[in-house]
C-alpha cells in the first residue's frame, strides 16, 4: 500500500485488522479446543454452541476490521492528493 | 416413494415456482441497460450492485439446495463430521476480506470478466488461464448438477418420481437465465432468501417443540450415532468429534473455505458489485447465512429425533422427509419450494459463470480473438445452455447417492487453481510454468486419491469420501489441501529452477496500483471495454468503449 507508512497510527490499525481477520480462524481451526459435550446450554452441547457463538464473533470482528479498513482507505486516498 | 402425490403441497410448490418463473423472466427489464448484449450486462449485471442486493446474491450464490439437503443429510447420517460446514463459513469471511478487493479492482481497471482473464493478463500465459478456465468449468458442472439432486429430492417427496419434472424445472430455468442473465437470478434471490428464513425459524421453533426440546433431539441423535453401521463394524458417528476426526474436521473446513471464492460463480458475484467496499461489507453480513446454516444442519437431528425413516436408507430424503412428517402440507410445500427455488438461484449463476469462462478464455482466446461484445454475449447465452443441459444428462445419469461428494470432488480441483489467482494477486514471484506445473501435479493427485476412496463398507468401490490417510499426522485429512500442500511445493521448487534457468517469465499486464484502485479514481471504468485491453494485457487506457454506454451511470 504505502504512502502513509511512517503513521504510527496507520500500522497499528493495520496490525488490528490482521489479529481481527486471524482470530475466528485460529479459533476454529484448533478443533481440539472445542470437541466435547460438556458444557451443555439450552439442550445443545457445547461443540454445537461453541461454533454457533463463533459465527457471531465472527461477524463482529469481521465489522471491526471493515471500519477500520474503510478508515485506512481514506488515510490512503488522503495522502495520495 | 410409497405415498401418493400430495396435492396441497404439489400445488403451493407450483404457485411459488411459477412466481419466481415470472420474476426470472422480467428481470430483464431490472435496472435496465441499453443493451443487454454485453457481457458486462449479461453476464455481470453492468457491474452495479450494491451491498443489499449483493447480499442477496452471494447468499444465494453460496448457501444453495445443497445447503438444505446434502448438509443436514451427512449431519443424519455421520453426525458431528457434517456440521464442519458451519467452521467453515466462518472462516471463509476473513479470507475473502482479505484478497477479493484486489481481485476487484485490478479487475475494473482492465475489464476482466473471470479469474482466467486475471491470470491472463497478469502471468502472460495462455495455457495457465485455460487450465484455470477448464477448472472452472469442471468444477462447476458436478455443482449444478447438486442443484439438481436438490430439486429431484423434493419432487420425489411430494410424490413425483421420474424424469420429466426436473426436465421441466431445468428448461424454465435455461430460458429466463438465457434471456435476462445475471439479473435473473438477483432478484430471484430475493424470494428464494424469504422463504429460507420463514421456513428456517419456523423449524427451528415448531419442530424442537413437537419433538421434545432440545436436549431430547441431541440425545436421541447421540443414541442412534453411537448404533452400530452394519455396513461397517463401527458406530455411525459421534455427537463431538472423535480425536481421529479433527483432522479431516478442520482440513475439510480450512479446505473448502480456500476453494469457496474460486469458484467462478463466486467470482461473478463479487465483480457484479460497484465498488470495493461492497465486498468488505458483505464479508461482514453474511456470516447471519452461516447461522441459518447451523440451524440448517441441526434439521438432521431433528429429523433423527423425529424417528424419520428416508426411504430406501437414503439420507438426502431425511430432510423433506422431516418437513412431510411434521408440518402440515401446505407448509411442506412451502419447505420444499425453498430448497427448489434455492437450488435455481446458484445454478443460474453457476450457468452464466461457466458461461463467461468458456466464452473469454477459450472461444475468444482460442478461436475468435476478434469477437465483439455482442458477438461474446451471444455466446454465453448459448454455452450456458449447454452447460445445464450437461449437468442435466450428469444427474440423470451418475450415482446420487452421496450429492456432496460430488460437490467435494468439484473442490479438490477448483482448490488448485488458487496459487494462481490468489498467490497472483500478490506476488509475480511465482514463475508461469511452476504454477501450471503444481496446478497439473495437484489435479492428478486429487483425482488419484479421490478415486481411490472407497465408500465405507464396499471395498474396491471409488469416490466414497472426501478425506484420505495422511501419514505425516497419522490421520485423514482432505485431499483437496493435501493437494493443495503438493501444489505449493512444486511451484516453490520449478519457479527457483525456472528462474535459475532463466526462462522467460512473460510480461505483467498489470501494475502496483491496480490492486487498490477504487471505483470513482481514475482508469477505473464503469463499463470497460472488453475488446482491447485482456488480450494487449496493456493498462485500461485504452480508447473509448466499443459498446454502447449505459445510461442509467
Known amino acids: ?81 | 416413494m410409497s405415498h401418493g402425490v400430495d396435492k396441497v403441497a404439489l400445488a403451493v410448490f407450483a404457485a411459488l415456482f411459477l412466481v419466481v418463473t415470472v420474476i426470472g423472466f422480467l428481470a430483464a427489464r431490472w435496472r435496465r441497460a441499453a443493451d443487454l448484449m454485453h457481457l458486462d450486462e449479461w453476464g455481470l449485471g453492468g457491474r452495479s450492485f450494491g451491498t443489499f442486493i449483493t447480499w442477496f446474491l452471494l447468499g444465494g450464490d453460496l448457501y444453495t439446495a445443497y445447503t438444505f439437503i446434502a448438509v443436514p443429510a451427512l449431519v443424519f447420517g455421520a453426525g458431528a463430521v457434517g456440521f464442519f460446514a458451519v467452521p467453515y463459513t466462518v472462516i471463509v469471511y476473513p479470507i475473502i476480506f482479505v484478497f477479493l478487493p484486489r481481485l476487484w479492482s485490478v479487475s475494473h481497471r482492465h475489464g476482466y470478466v473471470t479469474p482466467a482473464d486475471f491470470v491472463r493478463g497478469r502471468f502472460d500465459s495462455r495455457a495457465l488461464a485455460l487450465a484455470v478456465a477448464v477448472t472452472g468449468i469442471l468444477a462447476t458442472m458436478p455443482y449444478i448438477a447438486l442443484q439438481l439432486v436438490g430439486i429431484q429430492v423434493v419432487l420425489e417427496t411430494m410424490g413425483l418420481s421420474g424424469d420429466l419434472p426436473l426436465i421441466v424445472a431445468f428448461a424454465i430455468l435455461a430460458a429466463y437465465t438465457y434471456s435476462s442473465g445475471l439479473r435473473a437470478p438477483a432478484l430471484i434471490a430475493f424470494v428464494k432468501d424469504g422463504l429460507i428464513y420463514l421456513v428456517i425459524a419456523v423449524a427451528i421453533i415448531y419442530i424442537p417443540h413437537q419433538v421434545g426440546g432440545w436436549a431430547h433431539i441431541f440425545s436421541a441423535a447421540s443414541k442412534k450415532l453411537a448404533t452400530v453401521n452394519p455396513k461397517t463394524g463401527k458406530p455411525f458417528g459421534s455427537l463431538a468429534i472423535a480425536p481421529a476426526g479433527r483432522w479431516a474436521y478442520g482440513s475439510l473446513a480450512l479446505g473448502s473455505a480456500l476453494a469457496l471464492f474460486m469458484y467462478p460463480h463466486c467470482i461473478t458475484a463479487v465483480l457484479s458489485t460497484k465498488d470495493r467496499n461492497v465486498v468488505r461489507r458483505n464479508a461482514a453480513l453474511l456470516p447471519a447465512y452461516s447461522l441459518v446454516l447451523g440451524l440448517i444442519a441441526l434439521l438432521g437431528y431433528m429429523a433423527v429425533a423425529a424417528g424419520v425413516k428416508p426411504a430406501g436408507g437414503n439420507a438426502q430424503l431425511a430432510v423433506p422427509e422431516l418437513f412431510n412428517t411434521m408440518f402440515p402440507s401446505w407448509f411442506a410445500g412451502v419447505a420444499y419450494a425453498a430448497v427448489g427455488i434455492g437450488a435455481l438461484v446458484p445454478a443460474a449463476i453457476m450457468a452464466i459463470a461457466a458461461a463467461n469462462l468458456f466464452t473469454r478464455n477459450v472461444y475468444r482466446e482460442f478461436l475468435r480473438p476478434a469477437a465483439s461484445p455482442a458477438e461474446e454475449a451471444h455466446v454465453s447465452k448459448i454455452v450456458s445452455l449447454v452447460v445445464k443441459f450437461g449437468a442435466l444428462v450428469f444427474v440423470l445419469g451418475l450415482d446420487k447417492s452421496f450429492a456432496i461428494n460430488l460437490q467435494l470432488l468439484g473442490g479438490i480441483w477448483i482448490l488448485q487453481t488458487f496459487p494462481a489467482i490468489v498467490f497472483g494477486l500478490y506476488t509475480r514471484w511465482f514463475h508461469r510454468h511452476a504454477l501450471l506445473a503444481g496446478w497439473a501435479v495437484a489435479m492428478i493427485y486429487g483425482t488419484r486419491v479421490a478415486y481411490g476412496v472407497p465408500v465405507p463398507g464396499k471395498p474396491h468401490s471409488h469416490f466414497g469420501g472426501p478425506t484420505a490417510m495422511v501419514g505425516l499426522v497419522h490421520s485423514k485429512v482432505y485431499i483437496a489441501l493435501t493437494a493443495f500442500v503438493l501444489n505449493v511445493l512444486v511451484g516453490l521448487v520449478l519457479t527457483l529452477a525456472f528462474r535459475a534457468l532463466k526462462v522467460p517469465a512473460g510480461t505483467d499486464g498489470t501494475v502496483v496500483d491496480d490492486y487498490i484502485a477504487d471505483a470513482g479514481e481514475a482508469d477505473v471504468r464503469d463499463l470497460p471495454s472488453l475488446v482491447e485491453d485482456a488480450a494487449a494485457g496493456s493498462p485500461a487506457r485504452a480508447s473509448a468503449p466499443e459498446a454502447p454506454t449505459s445510461p442509467n451511470r
Open chain 1, 1 to 81: 500500500m504505502g504512502g502513509t507508512g511512517g503513521d504510527a497510527r496507520v500500522w497499528t490499525a493495520r496490525a488490528v485488522v490482521g489479529v481481527l481477520l486471524l482470530v475466528p480462524c485460529v479459533a476454529l481451526l484448533w478443533v481440539p479446543s472445542y470437541t466435547r459435550v460438556k458444557p451443555q446450554l439450552f439442550g445443545f452441547p457445547f461443540f454445537y454452541w461453541y461454533q454457533l457463538l463463533w459465527v457471531l464473533i465472527g461477524a463482529a470482528c469481521l465489522s471491526g476490521a471493515y471500519v477500520l479498513t474503510v478508515w485506512l482507505e481514506r488515510q490512503r486516498k488522503a495522502a495520495r492528493r
